[in-house]
């Protein structure tokens, strides 16, 4: 496909209504399509993302042994091989862009006798990998890369892993959940020691299929987290969450298009992935979490949304690993906000399918919003309304760069074009349609026309006005006043 292809243009919208379905969780897709290739008998998944990065989870674990099918309606199966039955690769393991299948199944694999190769796209190959070669090659694996410990590289498992305990130099999932996985086919006991807890999805999927999985709090916040070696997992069922990372485009853009409200069912709010929520709250956000349950081990809730004005606030760095995929939808909510919200803490921004601060920087500049960049720090200047818009932005092949900023283009003033759309099929398959189903006007070559919500919208909104439950565990027709009432704040 080219580049003009694939243009995303989003124009100023009127609110948003009405309910949407995020897709699943990406994280917990790949942990649970990996511990079921791992595991003993049948796993079913419903819920699984079916984004670019997940199916590359899927071929690559195919490539490894496992059986995987997608079964009409959406559910998938894997049949697993058992903990160390992993068949040498015939083929290069390609992940796409994909850093979390590229890391958590080098960490998988290195523990198996088997030689592999990995590669990814333009982006995935300049992503460091050397943090997770580092301790895996403690554990036993060798590893040939590029300069830096870049993609493609070969590696060569263990033939005798040892069981190691490590202290993760970046506060990193994907590197404690590498050596966690490593850990599996080691005998003894995996330590891995996290001066900030990260989010800890490995962790309870690795319980969730029979693995003995201890945690303890340390000093400062952080964990250590003890894996026994070589368990017999068994097949579980898993049903995966609606991904926050996700749900979090549609739920900011609630928030600043005035006059919208949003529900948004089923979405993951595992603590250690909602710093988002958390902020928002804090800058005045009317967000209600309604019917919170359990749903694959994992905390979710039905989001409602509410637009209002946001205030800025100062993010606190260590907010920074709950939170971390979301630092450019929070860019573009700073930016409609009142005042100025300071970020920091963003060092890890740098290293991921982007440098996600400079891209960030860029496309707030290009569309005339006020900042300032620090080395791991972003101050962004809010407009207290629609902010100006017009620009172009380079997405550098980065999901949450082209959806953040569509975003924008819905609240700015002037329409926002995005150069490259077709990496959101990694983590969100039909977002603009998604959006534009809720109101939103985003255009381009390849979508069908947004239908023209406004006009039904007219008609329906005094009924739904009339219609609306007092929400109870809320403040009851707050709504209305609550936008003046924060003002004052
Ligand atoms: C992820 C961990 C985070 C996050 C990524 C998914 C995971 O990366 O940015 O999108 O599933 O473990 P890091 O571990 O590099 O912080």
Redesign the pocket.
């Known amino acids: 496909m080219h580049a003009h292809h694939s243009k995303l243009t989003a124009h100023p919208s009127g609110a948003l209504t009405g309910t949407a379905l995020a897709p699943g969780d ?2 917990i897709s ?1 942990r649970a399509l990996m511990l079921g290739s791992v595991a003993v008998g049948r796993t079913r998944i419903s819920g699984l993302l079916a984004g670019d990065d997940v199916l590359r989870t899927v071929a690559a674990c195919r490539a490894l042994g496992a059986m995987i099918e997608r079964h009409e309606g959406g559910a998938w199966t894997v049949d697993g091989v058992g903990v160390g039955g992993l068949s040498e690769p015939a083929e290069v393991l390609d992940m796409g862009n994909s ?2 299948a590229a ?2 199944l080098l960490g998988l694999i290195s523990t198996h006798d088997l030689m592999a190769v990995m590669t990814g796209d333009a982006s995935l190959v300049r992503r460091p990998m050397s943090r997770v070669i580092e301790p895996l090659e403690r554990i036993g694996a060798r590893f040939t890369a590029r300069a830096g410990g870049r993609l493609p590289l070969a590696v060569v498992g263990a033939k005798s892993p040892l069981p190691i305990e490590y202290r993760l130099p970046v ?5 404690k ?1 590498a050596v966690l996985l490593a850990g599996l086919n080691a005998p003894g006991k995996t330590v891995v020691i996290e001066p900030e807890a ?2 800890d ?2 962790e309870t999927m690795l319980r969730h299929f029979g693995a003995e999985v201890t945690v303890e709090t340390i000093a400062g916040g952080g964990r250590r987290i003890m894996l026994t070696g070589q368990p017999e997992l068994r097949a579980r069922d898993v049903d995966v969450p609606r991904d926050p ?1 996700s749900a979090a485009f549609a739920l900011v853009a609630a928030l600043v298009l005035p006059g919208s409200r949003l529900r948004l069912p089923g979405v993951g709010i595992n603590p250690l992935r909602a710093g988002l929520l958390a902020t928002l709250q804090e800058m005045g956000a009317d967000i209600a979490l309604e019917n919170r349950r359990e749903q694959g081990g994992e905390p979710v809730a039905d989001l409602v949304a509410r637009a209002g004005t946001l205030n800025g606030i100062e993010v606190p760095a260590e907010r920074a ?1 709950t939170m ?2 979301e630092y450019p939808i929070l860019a573009v909510a700073a930016a409609c906000a009142r005042g100025r919200t300071v970020m920091r803490g963003l060092a ?1 921004l740098k ?2 399918e982007s440098n996600r601060l400079a891209a960030i920087a860029e496309g707030l500049k290009a569309n005339g919003v006020k900042f300032e960049m620090g080395e791991d720090s972003l101050t962004v200047e809010g407009s207290g309304g629609p902010p100006p818009g017009g620009g172009t932005v380079q997405t550098h092949m980065d999901h949450r760069i082209a959806m953040s900023f569509l975003v924008l283009g819905l609240a700015a003033r002037r329409a926002v074009t995005v150069d490259d759309g077709t990496m959101i099929d990694t983590s969100f398959p039909g977002f603009a349609a998604l959006m534009n189903g809720l109101g939103a006007r985003i255009t381009g070559p390849l979508l069908a026309k947004p239908k023209a919500k406004a006009a039904a919208k007219k008609k329906a909104k005094p009924k739904q006005r009339g219609r609306r439950p007092t929400p109870s565990g809320l403040a009851g027709g707050k709504r209305r006043g609550a936008k003046k009432r924060r003002g004052r704040k």
């Open positions: 990406k994280s790949h850093g979390t890391r958590l506060a990193s999932a994907q590197v959940s990260t989010r999805h490995s990372s690993p971390i995929d890890e290293v991921k």
